[in-house]
C-alpha cells in the first residue's frame, strides 16, 4: 500500500501525494568466478528489495545482478533492467544478456559504459554487490551525484574496498553510504534513511 506524504507547494499550502514505490539498483559483478555465497546474498538481497515493496533495477546482465532480478521477481517485485543495446536481440546476442527475470528492458543503445548513468539516475538507491570496474565506475557516479548508496558487505569485489576509496577520494558530493552484511537489514536501514532525510539531497543532505 502507498503511503500518502504531505509537501509544501511553492505558496506555502501544503499538498497531499500518495508516495511512489522507491527504485533500488542492485550494482555488481557480472562474470567472473563468482561464490555460491555470493549468489545467495545477491539472491537474497532482491528477494528483500521486493518484500519491501520497492522496484528492482539491474544493468540487464548476468551475474550477481541476475541473481538479485531472480531474488526479487519470485517474490513478486517488479524488476527494470537498462539495457546496453537498442533492441531485444542485440541485448541478447550482442551482449549476451539475459531477459529473464526481467519485467522491462529499457533499451538505451549506450553500451556497457554508456548505460551505467542511466543505471545510477534510473535509482533512488543505488546498492554495490561484489563488483570489479564496472561497478566501480557505477559506484564512482552514484557517489558523484550524491546517490544514497548501500554496500553489500561479505560479497568480495570492490565492497572490500569502498572505505578505502572513500577516504582517498575525500570529496564531499552529498553521497551517503551504509555498510551491512545482512540484505534485510541494509535494505531497510537504507529505505529508512532515504524516507527521513536522502530524499532531499544533494541540494540539503550533507555527508
Known sequence: MKRTISYPDDLGYHLKKEEMKL?????????????????????????????????????????????????????????IGISPGLSEWEHVNKYHSPVQHHDVLIFTGSGLMGREVVNIRSSDIVIIVGGRSGTLGEFSIAYDEGKLIGVLQGTGGITSEIRDIIDIIKKKTGAKVIYNADPRKLVRELIVYYRREHYKRPSVHHA
Open 23 to 79: 527504485k533500488i539498483g542492485v550494482m555488481g559483478s557480472a562474470s567472473g568466478k563468482l561464490p555460491r555465497e555470493h549468489r545467495r546474498l545477491a539472491f537474497e538481497l532482491g528477494r528483500v528489495i521486493a518484500e519491501e515493496g520497492c522496484i528492482t533495477i539491474t544493468g540487464a546482465c548476468p551475474g550477481l545482478p541476475l541473481e538479485a532480478a531472480r531474488g526479487a521477481s519470485g517474490a513478486g517485485g517488479l524488476v
